[in-house]
């Protein structure tokens, strides 16, 4: 199944039929929100706001372990991210869409990692039977490579939406996760430009590090709110990120129905093999 985060208000389509809100506790604590069981032409989706109902949680105070594991309680196998950056590369302008497909980390204090020893107070009915129980079981260290840390396949199809639509949008680009909730200097984004990064945001890692923890599919489309500090000449607010959202809103939701309807059950990438011999 495909698990969608991003703001509330994707679900709110009258084409979406909404199917049961689930509240879940999980060993690492409360997810961001209830998590919304949707069906869009006999498919099944499941909705969570990363920030929480009214925006409550700031980045680095998410809690992404548990989001996470709350859509793998649920069957999620897949997920599709929906998030607003800064933008560095030049090339891009306010609106565009960037389909990432590298991150560099600059984040700080936010917990990295399912594999150190948390199965103990773990909830049997969480069992899937599968590696990421086996290693847990364990306590086994765990280094999951990331050397293409999107899934491709999830990549291409969003191409072929955006081709499709005929909406400005970037094929690729490196995203620098910031530790926030302050914006950066205008320093750190000409270091981080020299550094290879495309576009700047505060919540990408750890959640597609631990996605991809669990051997699940992860991509992201991300909407260039802003130009990063520095290179914009004025001083950045999150009310030009916020009205940003609310002018693609339409968008962002015709390219996320789209995405469900051409999503298949089986992809051929290797994302869900990253376990195997993962473990020391
Ligand atoms: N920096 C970090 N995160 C962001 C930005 C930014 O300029 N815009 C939207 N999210």
Redesign the pocket.
């Known amino acids: 199944m495909l698990g969608i985060i991003g703001g509330s208000g994707l679900y709110e389509v009258d084409e979406i039929k909404i199917l049961d809100e689930i509240e879940i506790t999980t060993p690492y604590g409360e997810p961001s929100d209830r998590y919304i069981y949707a069906e869009y032409k006999g498919k099944k989706v499941i909705f969570l706001p990363r920030h929480g109902r009214g925006h409550k949680y700031p ?1 680095h105070l998410i809690n992404y372990r548990a989001n996470i594991w709350g859509f793998r309680k649920l069957g999620v196998k897949k997920i599709l991210s929906i ?5 560095i590369n030049p090339l891009l302008q306010p609106g565009d869409f960037v389909v990432s497909n590298q991150f560099l980390d600059f984040t700080k204090v936010r917990p990295v990692t399912f594999y150190e020893g948390i199965y103990t107070i773990y909830d049997e009915a969480d069992y899937k039977g599968d590696l990421v129980d086996e290693y847990m079981k364990n306590d086994r260290v765990v280094h999951i490579d990331v050397t293409e840390p999107f899934c491709p396949d999830m990549r291409k199809i969003i191409f072929s939406i955006m081709e499709e639509k005929g909406f400005r949008y970037h094929r690729q680009g490196t995203y620098a996760a ?1 530790e ?1 909730p302050r ?2 200097t205008a320093a750190e ?1 000409k270091a981080l430009q020299r550094l290879g990064a495309d576009i ?3 919540t990408l890692v750890p959640e597609i590090v631990l996605a991809r923890e669990l051997a699940m599919h992860f991509a992201s489309i991300n909407v ?6 520095g290179i914009s000449k004025e001083r ?1 607010t999150s009310d030009e ?1 916020i009205e940003m959202m609310h002018q693609k809103n339409q968008e962002i939701k015709e390219v996320v129905l789209s995405f469900i309807e051409k999503l298949p059950e089986k992809l051929e990438c290797q994302c869900e093999e990253v376990l195997n011999g993962a473990a020391i």
């Open positions: 980045p998030s607003a950056v800064g933008g910031t926030g914006l950066e984004i700047v945001g505060m260039v709110t802003n130009l990063a500090a950045l990120v």
